[in-house]
């Protein structure tokens, strides 16, 4: 009995899987077939090469041509760029083009009916498609497919089309979508973009101006201007080599892209733009694409109004123009800006910026000024050595090196940090307000005070380049001018720049110094002892001691003056420094004055084994010169120095009292 079952159950599933094959296999052919047969056309259009429309009612008549990977139109204009989107449509409408119904031409005969009926009359059909189609890697030699389709009248109810087969054999009712694309304006199917190279993708901007006398109109000569990018930077070739700026010529470029083709002249212009350009602009891309426009004579006005008092004058210029390689003739508008810019181009696109360097790779900077000769010489060196445990790109701190006459060799202390940042940052952003010679005369150098500078400033960086010397000169008017270059070589471009730039670069070392007048005490360290005595009188301003917890023991006029003196004491700084030494007389505020107060502070640290170790401070001080001014002396390390406005205020108070008398007495009824 189980025997039987189971050769029952083997010969169902024999006949099931007989069943699957044999006719699902068949509907699924036939579903296909029928899917083919709703497409009106077949492998033909799979790689369509080249399309052309021919109208019957318009004269909207044009043909396509693929290259490579771009469309360009051969009709109505000679090689013109297609636009893409409108040539994708009429691909994707070709390709994908489906009947909704169909009937063979023999039907037509039994009806009494002709292909004239439906608008397909083979001699004079409404609109005509013929279309190549092989492989475009093949090579212009290749056999080339070609296949015709004819489109008629719209059906009855305006929303179909009938179209006429390849074959000629079967007419098909149509979606009228084809037709509204073959009927795409020709505005919206050429391409109105004239350069194609992005930002990005440019490699080299050239330029020839045609150069003409005002008075004639005649070409005098041809300009020439190339710029070149390397990297990142961009460098002009010609007429000069000289740095350009990158953001400007990014912004030129980005505004070349952005010009349009206006309108295409029916009738020719002579001389052609091609033939006597007044400009012509040629953008080079990557892998050697280039792309150049002839900007030919401005278009003639249009008669009419003239321009009413008081209406914005033109933003633009209208030019006939062409592209290398194309005959086609159009009309372009170029903005006023992007004119100046391009005629312009050996100034405007130039960097401004006259330095080029990194400020982290500075080793050492000098400024002197060989106008004045007998000036002590010093240089900035930075500290290369990196402390231990610091990161890679720590700052670096920066010494002052005193080169002036002294027994004992150069002097060095700490330069401030406040001013070096401030000089990287001055001389990072010196830009020129304009570029005055590229080609300087000897006497031209001389007017402008080339010969003797007025500054000199050396930026010295390791790895055995030539330092970069930067030399400032001044003319007649006191204007002042630039010139980059090394110790040999000067240099031959001339900058002006602004004549503020001079203050940034002091030639007194003192200018450079830290002000940090004496290291900062600990945080354990305690004054035990303060005392300001008047040197005229020869009597004690104020005098006190101090407890270990700080506070004083004789009450000063200004409590809140002598916090603030103390807190000043621990990190004495100064101002600005007076160049010499300590004199027992100096020069202040344009008087000799002689020292008025000494200042003396004791400072107790505590040392090992509980003992403390003392140190003593004297400070000698100046009268106060008028509202904010007040010197300081230190014997002991040979230097002078303007005190901070913090500490002057404090003085004050304590010698004369609290300078704010507070609110006034209530008066009594």
């Not at 005490?521 to 001691?545: H, I, M, N």
């Amino acid at each position: 009995m189980r025997t039987k079952v189971t050769l029952v159950l083997i010969f169902l599933n024999v006949a099931l899987f007989f069943f699957i094959f044999k006719f699902e296999h068949q509907w699924r052919t036939a579903d296909a077939a029928r899917e083919a047969r709703r497409k009106v056309l077949g492998p033909e259009a799979a790689n369509i090469q080249s399309v052309e429309v021919v109208s019957a009612t318009t004269a909207a008549n044009f043909r396509l041509i693929r290259e490579r990977d771009a469309w360009f139109l051969t009709k109505p204009l000679d090689r013109w760029p297609a636009n893409p989107h409108a040539v994708s449509t009429i691909l994707y409408g070709l390709q994908l083009l489906e009947h909704e119904t169909s009937f063979t031409v023999k039907d037509l005969e039994r009806n009494n009916q002709t292909l004239a009926d439906f608008g397909l009359d083979p001699a004079k059909p409404r609109l005509t498609v013929t279309f190549t189609s092989g492989d475009a890697a093949a090579g212009s030699q290749a056999p080339r497919q070609s296949t015709s389709l004819r489109i008629g009248d719209s059906t009855p109810d305006g929303k179909r089309l009938y179209v006429l087969s390849p074959d000629g054999t079967r007419v098909h009712v149509v979606n009228r979508s084809l037709a509204d694309s073959l009927s795409v304006p020709m505005e919206q199917l050429r391409s109105d973009t004239l350069f194609g190279v992005g930002v990005f993708e440019a490699r080299s901007l050239s330029l020839q101006i045609a150069q003409r006398t005002p008075e004639a109109g005649a070409t005098t000569g041809v300009g020439r201007v190339r710029i070149r990018r390397d990297g990142t930077r961009w460098t002009f070739d010609a007429p000069i080599t000289a740095r350009a700026s990158r953001t400007a010529m990014e912004i030129a470029i980005k505004d070349l892209n952005a010009l349009r083709a206006k309108a295409f002249p029916a009738s020719a212009v002579s001389p052609a733009p091609s033939a006597a350009p007044s400009m012509r602009i040629a953008l080079e891309g990557t892998n050697s694409r280039l792309e150049v426009l002839f900007l030919g004579e401005p278009v003639p006005a249009a008669p009419g109004p003239a321009r009413a008092a008081g209406a914005p004058a033109a933003t633009a210029t209208e030019f006939y123009a062409q592209l290398e390689g194309r005959r086609a003739l159009f009309t372009v508008e170029v903005p006023h800006a992007l004119l100046d810019v391009l005629r312009g181009a050996q100034e405007s696109l130039r960097e401004k910026h006259i330095l080029d360097f990194d400020a982290a790779a500075i080793t050492a900077i000098a400024i002197a000024s060989p106008l004045q000769p007998n000036l002590e010489p010093f240089d900035l060196k930075r500290i290369i050595d990196t402390p231990a445990g610091a990161p890679r790109d720590a700052t670096r701190e920066w010494q002052l090196v005193r080169r002036g006459e002294n027994p004992a060799g150069p002097r060095t202390m700490p330069a401030d940090p406040a001013a070096m940042q401030r000089l990287l940052a001055q001389l990072a952003g010196l830009s020129a307000r304009r570029f005055k010679s590229d080609a300087p005369t000897s006497a031209d150098l001389e007017g402008w005070g080339f010969n003797r500078p007025i500054r000199e400033i050396t930026l010295a960086t390791g790895g055995g380049a030539p330092p970069t010397v930067l030399r400032l000169g001044t003319d007649a008017n006191r204007n002042v001018y630039a010139r980059v270059g090394t110790a040999n070589d000067p240099g031959n471009s001339i900058y002006e720049v602004p004549r503020e730039i001079l203050d940034e670069f002091p030639l007194a070392p003192t200018a450079w110094r830290d002000r940090a007048v004496l290291e900062p005490l600990p945080a354990t360290a305690r004054f035990s002892a303060l005392k300001l005595g008047d040197l005229e009188t020869k009597q004690v301003v104020y005098q006190t001691a101090f407890n270990a917890a700080g506070e004083a023991a004789s009450s000063p006029r200004d409590p809140k003056a002598l916090q603030a003196l103390l807190g000043a004491l621990r990190s004495l700084r100064a101002r600005e420094y007076l160049p010499g030494g300590f004199t027992e007389r100096i020069t202040a505020g344009g008087d000799e004055r002689s020292w008025r107060y000494l200042l003396e502070a004791t400072v107790a640290v505590p040392g090992s084994a509980g003992t403390e170790q003392t140190s003593n401070l004297a400070v000698h001080l100046t009268e106060r010169v008028g509202g904010v001014q007040q010197y300081a002396g230190l014997k002991e390390l040979n230097t002078v120095f303007q005190l901070e406005q913090p500490v002057v205020d404090a003085l004050w108070s304590l010698i004369y009292g609290p300078r704010d008398p507070g609110p006034p007495p209530e008066k009594k009824p």
